[in-house]
C-alpha cells in the first residue's frame, strides 16, 4: 500500500524509470506514494511517465512528490501540474519545486486544482528559487484559507 522512491543523487536512470512507470500503473491501491527525483539522472519525459504511471493509484491519499532543481521544461510543468488535479480523493499533498521552472501559470493551475480535492487534510508546497511572484503566493495563500474554510486544513507554502 506505501511505496518509497528516493533516486535523488543516483546513477537511477530511464531504463529502470521506464521499469517504475509501469509498475506504478498496476498498483491502483496504492496509498501512499513518495518520489524524491532530485537532481536524478533520469529523463524529464520519463519522469512524466512515472508521475502519469501514479494517476493510476485510484486509492492514493498521500503524495509527496520532489523535483527539487529537476530540469523541466514550462510544458512539462504545466502537464504535471494538471495531472496533480486527477487526484480528488488525495488527502495529503507535499511538494518540492524548488529552483525548478514552476512560473505563475503554474501556480495557478496548482491551487485551482488543491481547491477540488475533496478529502483534504494538509496541502504543502516549496517554491524557493521557482519563478512565481511572491504577490502570487500570498494571494493563494490568502484565497486557500477562504476557499477550504476548514480550519483543520494545514495549508502551508514556503517561498
Given at each position: 500500500k506505501s511505496l518509497v522512491?528516493?533516486?535523488q543523487w543516483t546513477q537511477f536512470g530511464d531504463e529502470a524509470a521506464q521499469l517504475l512507470a509501469r509498475l506504478l500503473s498496476t498498483q491502483p491501491n496504492l496509498s501512499e506514494l513518495t518520489l524524491n527525483i532530485n537532481d536524478s539522472q533520469i529523463?524529464?519525459?520519463n519522469c512524466l511517465k512515472i508521475i502519469q504511471s501514479a494517476t493510476q493509484a485510484t486509492n492514493?491519499?498521500?503524495l509527496e512528490l520532489s523535483l527539487q532543481n529537476f530540469e523541466l521544461s514550462s510544458p512539462e510543468l504545466t502537464e504535471i501540474?494538471?495531472?496533480l488535479g486527477t487526484f480528488r480523493k488525495i488527502s495529503s499533498v507535499t511538494l518540492d519545486l524548488?529552483?525548478?521552472n514552476f512560473d505563475d501559470?503554474?501556480?495557478d493551475i496548482l491551487f485551482k486544482n488543491v481547491v477540488q480535492y475533496e478529502q483534504l487534510t494538509?496541502?504543502?508546497v516549496s517554491l524557493d528559487g521557482t519563478k512565481v511572484s511572491e504577490a502570487k503566493l500570498e494571494f493563494y495563500n490568502e484565497k486557500l484559507m477562504k476557499e477550504l474554510r476548514d480550519p483543520s486544513i494545514s495549508i502551508r507554502i514556503d517561498f
Amino acid at each position: 500500500k506505501s511505496l518509497v522512491l528516493d533516486v535523488q543523487w543516483t546513477q537511477f536512470g530511464d531504463e529502470a524509470a521506464q521499469l517504475l512507470a509501469r509498475l506504478l500503473s498496476t498498483q491502483p491501491n496504492l496509498s501512499e506514494l513518495t518520489l524524491n527525483i532530485n537532481d536524478s539522472q533520469i529523463s524529464s519525459v520519463n519522469c512524466l511517465k512515472i508521475i502519469q504511471s501514479a494517476t493510476q493509484a485510484t486509492n492514493l491519499r498521500t503524495l509527496e512528490l520532489s523535483l527539487q532543481n529537476f530540469e523541466l521544461s514550462s510544458p512539462e510543468l504545466t502537464e504535471i501540474t494538471e495531472l496533480l488535479g486527477t487526484f480528488r480523493k488525495i488527502s495529503s499533498v507535499t511538494l518540492d519545486l524548488k529552483g525548478t521552472n514552476f512560473d505563475d501559470n503554474h501556480a495557478d493551475i496548482l491551487f485551482k486544482n488543491v481547491v477540488q480535492y475533496e478529502q483534504l487534510t494538509s496541502f504543502a508546497v516549496s517554491l524557493d528559487g521557482t519563478k512565481v511572484s511572491e504577490a502570487k503566493l500570498e494571494f493563494y495563500n490568502e484565497k486557500l484559507m477562504k476557499e477550504l474554510r476548514d480550519p483543520s486544513i494545514s495549508i502551508r507554502i514556503d517561498f
